[in-house]
Structures are given as structure tokens and as C-alpha cells.
Nanobody
């Protein structure tokens, strides 16, 4: 059973930085995809950043140049470095992982990020 545990959320002022971490367990190989999504009340869960096992990345336009996704495949861990945070980055951030390209995603429990002065 794959489990994902996020950490690193919190309250930060505009312009500040946070680093989210997500550690996966229950999968003995390298996840094909690890990604971060975010969701605000009443809205759909949107992709923030994704990194495939080969190293390719994909970012939402709204975070390009400010957020960086990285992975430690040996630890089945994915990180999201968030810089120059804005009010509109406030959301619950979810970690997602897929063992294979055709797999349905597994999800973490979510971590709250609040950008407020």
C-alpha cells in the first residue's frame, strides 16, 4: 500500500519562502511521476508541478520561475521549493505519486500553505 506523507506547510508573509516535502512508502521501485497539486475551497485541484522519473518537469504558468520541484528517488521523496510567495498561493497542497505511467495517482493528506501579512 503506497502512502504519501507531506510536511513543511505553514504561514508565511508575501515574498517569503517555504519548502514542502513528501515522502512515499510502500513502493520498492522509483515512482514514474511525483507531483504537487493545490486546492482552494470550492475549486478543483490543480497541478502545480510534476517531475517524472527521467527528470523532466512541468510547471503551472502561475508558479514558473518561483517554484522548483525536485526528487530524491532513493528516498521516494519529492520537494517543492516555493519562493516569492503570493497571496494567491494560499491553498492546501497535495502530493501525488504514480508508480507507472498508466497508474491512478496516490495522494497525500495535504498540507496547508497560507500566505498572509
Amino acid at each position: 500500500q503506497v502512502q504519501l506523507v507531506e510536511s513543511g506547510g505553514g504561514l508565511v508573509q508575501p515574498g517569503g519562502s517555504l519548502r514542502l516535502s513528501c515522502e512515499g512508502s510502500g513502493w520498492k521501485s522509483i515512482f514514474y511521476s511525483m507531483a504537487w497539486y493545490r486546492q482552494t475551497p470550492g475549486k478543483e485541484r490543480d497541478l502545480v508541478a510534476q517531475m517524472l522519473s527521467g527528470g523532466s518537469t512541468n510547471y503551472a504558468d502561475s508558479v514558473k520561475g518561483r517554484f522548483t520541484i525536485s526528487r530524491d528517488n532513493a528516498r521516494s521523496t519529492v520537494y517543492l521549493q516555493m519562493n516569492s510567495l503570493k497571496f494567491e498561493d494560499t491553498a492546501v497542497y497535495y502530493c501525488s505519486a504514480r508508480p507507472f505511467y498508466y497508474s491512478s495517482p496516490y495522494w497525500g493528506q495535504g498540507t496547508q500553505v497560507t500566505v498572509s501579512s
